[in-house]
């Protein structure tokens, strides 16, 4: 019931720091996963980060793995996601959804209730 709503994007250099957050309803919380997606210009949607509502477990794309991390506070209904040492082609809009079956994982088809997006800009 109802879309994400992200914040905190923005325009920055290689190298900075960005924190995302994407606030839900409280059934977005309730046994399911809520998953950060970007989009570039000219490319398709990239699954980025997902985390489980009910034990915290977590999945990263590869090309963030160990520079972006996700998390969540259930009791705000809200989900994070720390972006560290950011890159030219991290560049995108940054979506927020919700698996309502649970899945650790990215796969666009399974998720739903996307918000409007937010922009991240990283460029010398």
């Known amino acids: 019931q109802g879309q994400f709503v992200e914040s905190g994007g923005g325009s920055v250099q290689p190298g900075d720091t960005l924190t995302l957050t994407c606030v839900g309803s409280?059934?977005?919380?309730?046994?399911?996963?809520v998953a950060w997606f970007r989009q570039a210009p000219g490319k398709e949607r990239e699954g980025v980060a997902c985390?489980?509502?009910?034990?915290?477990?977590?999945y990263y794309a590869d090309f963030v793995k160990g520079r972006f991390t996700i998390s969540r506070d259930n009791a705000k209904n809200t989900a994070y996601l720390e972006m560290n040492n950011l890159k030219p082609e991290d560049t995108g809009v940054y979506y927020c959804?919700?698996?309502?079956?649970?899945?650790?994982?990215?796969?666009?088809?399974?998720?739903?209730?996307w918000g409007q997006g937010t922009q991240v800009t990283v460029s010398s």
């Open positions: 409280r059934f977005h919380f309730d046994y399911s996963t």
């Open positions: 985390i489980s509502t009910s034990d915290g477990r977590t």
């Open positions: 959804a919700h698996d309502p079956m649970g899945r650790i994982g990215t796969t666009i088809a399974f998720f739903d209730h």
